[in-house]
């Protein structure tokens, strides 16, 4: 009986020795053959000539390589630029807090600088730099309050400025806090003149919008706009001399007793940073 | 049936071309699949020793030509392993795609120490822990990533060329 099935495959070489263990030692002999005649540079010329037929290919090959490449590299790249994105961002991010660090920086010593001139050109008076940690924002800036209190000498009654001007006066302190109530709230009250006119009294009044007026100011006075407003030591409150604000506005009439004068104060109260507590002067108690 | 001389030959360049002369400018500098090997690899297990030692040969002198390196060295290092890979011939699980995955991996890794051996054997520097590191180890696993499709290209042309032979009883 005959059947067909399938077999060993037919080799690709015909007379070829049935032994595999033949067949490696006579391709390790071809091996080590191209080797020894390679090194002997026996095999110079065919390679030279291989290489020179094959390198045409091989540069087509290589530019396919490079081609594809570039689409592969493409999408790392976007990758790439993604982390970098971030990365500079988050520079970027900290570059602006570090410059929004030096210019408080900056306006910090700025104002100090201008505290310790201050002092400098008033040897006589006792100062003690402070600094305004919050505002009463509910009273319409009605209070401030300071990093200083008893421990550092500071009382009720104390006279706060700044180096521009006044800036109101003590009411409440703990150990190391202090409560300020600022001249623009409208039960604040401060005695003062025209600097240049010191017959010129008056009292500066906070409004409910912030402002100054000066009321009370007599009729007989001469008042202009742009005169400076002082605090006069009456009443013993304040000490005298201390700058308030510049007049605005007069309005006098005929028919009242005493001029009205608008002032625009020298602080910025909005913007209380640095303070000064004038630790020298109590208040008077009548 | 015999396998037509073209169909070796055209494979192993096109493999030698591809692994010497595409993938390092796709970027594949220290790690890449070795073509040539793994399709020699599979058809030592497909067909054994007789038929993947010509391959070998003819793929290692390819591979030394393309990389410029002294001629027999790679073919030195494909023949062993060809022969080393074709006791999977033997073994019933041939025709899974498995048996030859797992083959490609070892006959990779045997392939990068042989060669390097080899090159040593030419005074050049070898990195041994480096290398097999970061490319020997790589390279075997890419490979191993690609044995199951050039598997089943191969065990197509060799059922094709597979001879059918009468048996008396």
């Not at chain 1, 090194?39 to 530019?63: E, I, K, M, N, T």
């Not at chain 1, 006044?166 to 001249?183: D, E």
């Not at chain 2, 890419?142 to 048996?167: C, D, F, K």
Request: glycine letters at 8%.
């Amino acid at each position: 009986m005959r059947v067909l099935r399938a077999g060993t495959p037919a080799s690709g070489v015909s007379g070829a020795p049935a032994n595999p263990l033949m067949w490696l030692a006579l391709f390790v002999v071809l091996s080590v053959g191209a080797t020894v005649a390679d090194s002997q540079r026996l095999l110079d010329g065919p390679r030279q000539l291989v290489l020179r037929v094959l390198a045409p290919v091989q540069a087509g090959v290589s530019r396919v390589g490079h081609s594809l490449s570039g689409v592969t590299s493409g999408w790392s790249e976007v990758s790439q630029l993604r982390e970098e994105n971030a990365a500079l961002r988050r520079t970027v991010e900290e570059l602006l807090q570090e410059t929004v660090n030096l210019r408080a920086a900056e306006l910090e010593n700025r104002e100090l600088r201008e505290q310790l001139r201050y002092a400098r050109a008033n040897p006589s008076r006792t100062l003690v730099p402070a600094e305004v940690i919050g505002l009463d924002s509910s009273a319409l800036l009605g209070y401030a309050t300071l990093n200083r209190g008893t421990e550092a000498g500071v009382q009720i009654g104390m006279t706060v400025q700044t180096t521009g001007g006044l800036i109101g006066r003590v009411v409440a302190g703990t150990a190391t806090t202090s409560r300020v109530l600022l001249i623009n709230h409208p039960s604040s009250a401060v005695n003062a003149r025209i600097q240049n006119n010191p017959g010129a009294t008056g009292q500066v009044l906070g409004q409910a919008d912030g402002r100054l007026v000066m009321r009370y100011i007599p009729q007989a006075e001469t008042v202009r706009v742009n005169d400076v407003v002082v605090t006069s030591g009456l009443g013993g409150a304040f000490p005298p001399n201390v700058p308030i604000g510049r007049v605005a506005h007069v309005e006098t009439r005929d028919v009242d007793l005493f001029q009205r004068a608008v002032v625009e104060p020298f602080v910025n109260f909005g913007r209380l940073g640095h303070v000064i507590v004038d630790t020298g002067f109590l208040p008077t108690k009548l | 049936m015999r396998t037509p001389w073209w169909f070796p030959a055209g494979l192993l360049f096109l493999a030698a071309l591809l692994q010497s002369t595409l993938l390092p400018t796709m970027g594949m500098i220290r790690a890449r699949p070795e073509l040539v090997v793994t399709a020699v690899v599979i058809w030592a297990v497909l067909r054994g020793a007789r038929e993947a030692l010509p391959w070998a040969f003819g793929g290692g002198l390819l591979l030394d030509v393309f990389s410029q390196m002294p001629l027999g060295t790679a073919a030195l290092a494909l023949v062993l392993v060809a022969f080393c890979s074709s006791v999977g011939e033997a073994s019933v699980f041939r025709t899974n795609f498995l048996l030859p995955t797992v083959i490609v991996f070892w006959a990779s890794v045997l392939y990068g120490v042989l060669y390097l051996f080899l090159l040593r054997t030419h005074q050049l520097p070898v990195d041994w822990l480096g290398t097999l590191r970061h490319s020997v180890v790589p390279s075997a696993i890419l490979s191993t990533l690609l044995a199951p499709p050039i598997y089943w290209l191969l065990s197509r042309v060799e059922r094709r060329t597979r001879a059918i032979v009468p048996v008396e009883f």
